[in-house]
């Protein structure tokens, strides 16, 4: 895999030996995933990344796709996912072996011409801080509210660091960010927070109930309106609640001047909960939207 050196030099992000993964699975978990195709990928690289903005260091995975390694003067859009331990690798999920599979649904996309090639850059969460990095605001009752110091490590400090380190196309029109559950919460506020960084949103199953549903001002009263182009998801079973708030935020932003299927797209996924096998069945319908091939 082709990259500059200054991924070498620079101690914020500093590689992963393989042999550690096995850390983040429970005891009687490792037997069952002893090997992974990723192990001997090229485009699959495992990162250590410090942070000056906040305490926990946290795995930061990069795949490339398949045209990264074959033509050698191209740049790629980005794709910054939260959660990232559950995309890829089935031993770093936080269900063993259960994962988005995004690696292989963006390959398969690519390859069928679906959609244009795509850096899918995956930023593990810190466990106990994860709720309090994924939130805006602060909640009376749950607390959190670290979401703009959040926001600030991948603006300030990792978006520049993946940019440094691969050929990316780095403006706004080809960076995405994107997350399911509080992740889509976060997804949704960073795109709105900062639009001159973030213009394509995957805001899957969100926990717009967060904060009394603060949210929902951030998206009525940013001005100017953002020009991201915005997945937005729900899964029926997820509950009244979750659907009627999904739907809310659909009419919400088309009063705004979203264009319902030119830069908004809302499904409604028939029986589908809140989990990462739904997630992964929607991702590729989320890379067709946002990253259409030309």
Request: net charge negative; charged share 25%; aromatic share 10%.
């Amino acid at each position: 895999m082709k990259q500059s050196s200054q991924s070498h030099l620079n101690p914020a992000l500093t590689a992963v030996e393989r042999e550690p993964v096995a850390a983040f699975l429970p005891e009687e978990a490792l037997t069952e995933h002893i090997a992974d195709d990723l192990d001997s990928n090229p485009r699959y690289s495992v990162r250590k990344f410090h942070s000056e903005i906040l305490p926990d260091d946290r795995v930061v995975s990069v795949y490339l796709p398949p045209e990264y390694l074959e033509q050698e003067d191209r740049r790629f859009p980005v794709l910054y996912l939260h959660d990232g331990q559950n995309l890829f690798d089935g031993r770093t999920s936080y269900i063993a072996g259960r994962t988005w599979n995004a690696h292989t649904t963006a390959d398969e996309l690519t390859l069928g011409g679906e959609i244009e090639p795509v850096i899918l850059v995956g930023v593990a969460n810190t466990g106990l801080r994860r709720m309090a990095e994924y939130t805006p605001t602060r909640d009376l009752k749950m607390g959190g509210g670290d979401g703009q110091s959040y926001g600030r490590l991948l603006v300030e400090e990792l978006k520049p660091l993946i940019d440094r380190t691969y050929r990316t196309l780095s403006d706004a029109r080809n960076t995405g960010v994107g997350g399911s559950s509080l992740g889509g919460l976060i997804s949704l506020y960073l795109g709105f927070t900062y639009p001159e960084v973030f213009g394509k949103l995957a805001v899957m199953s969100p926990s717009l109930w967060w904060d009394q549903r603060s949210i929902f001002t951030v998206v009525d009263q940013t001005r100017p309106r953002p020009m991201a182009r915005i997945w937005l998801d729900i899964g029926t079973a997820e509950g009244v609640r979750h659907v009627r708030d999904a739907d809310h935020l659909e009419r919400q932003l088309i009063k705004r001047g979203w264009q319902s299927g030119v830069d908004l797209a809302y499904m409604k996924a028939d029986g589908a909960v809140h989990d990462e096998n739904a997630w992964s069945e929607r991702f590729g319908d989320v890379l067709r939207f946002l990253f259409p091939s030309c």
